[in-house]
């Protein structure tokens, strides 16, 4: 899991540009990138690697509609836990990490203490993970579960500010 809590990096205007750029479309080339921000192609490649290398830029990956490859059914699950301990936080949530249903996992504060982002095929689907990942595990007191029903937005996008 990623920490949240990493500090911020040392970055230029150059290199918040580029962030900004490539969240947009991970896929234009290194010569459409220095075109707009005023680098050489290569001088941006050897930024993204130092991007990608040092954390500011976890993965570069493709965003898939979960309906097209049959997960017509996503849910947001809070996971509230028996005791409070972080342990427990962080076992759990890395346990179900590893699940493929479950697209984000968080720790948060508040009312629960994790946050799902689970995709499923169908309710069927959907009821057999609760039943084999959290209602079996006996360190889960309560989950209460929101369908999404409409997609208004769907981001991963982070602001970057000069």
Do not use: W
Request: proline share 4%; charged share 30%.
């Amino acid at each position: 899991m990623t920490d949240s809590r990493t500090p911020p990096m040392d970055l230029d205007r150059l290199d918040r540009r580029l962030l900004r750029l490539v969240q947009g479309n991970a896929r234009r080339t290194a010569e459409d990138l220095g075109a707009e921000v005023g680098l050489s192609a290569s001088a941006v490649q050897r930024r993204l690697r130092r991007l990608r290398e040092s954390g500011p830029i976890e993965r570069m990956t493709a965003i898939v509609q979960p309906s097209a490859v049959g997960r017509g059914i996503l849910a947001v699950v809070e996971v509230t836990l028996e005791s409070g301990g972080g342990d427990n936080h962080q076992t759990l949530g890395e346990a179900l990490s590893d699940q493929p249903e479950v697209m984000q996992c968080y720790v948060v504060a508040g009312g629960a203490d994790l946050v799902l982002m689970i995709s499923a095929r169908d309710l069927d689907d959907y009821e057999r993970f609760m039943r084999t990942h959290l209602a079996a595990d006996p360190r889960v007191k309560r989950t209460q579960t929101a369908f999404i029903t409409r997609r208004l937005k769907y981001g991963l996008e982070v602001p970057v500010a000069d």
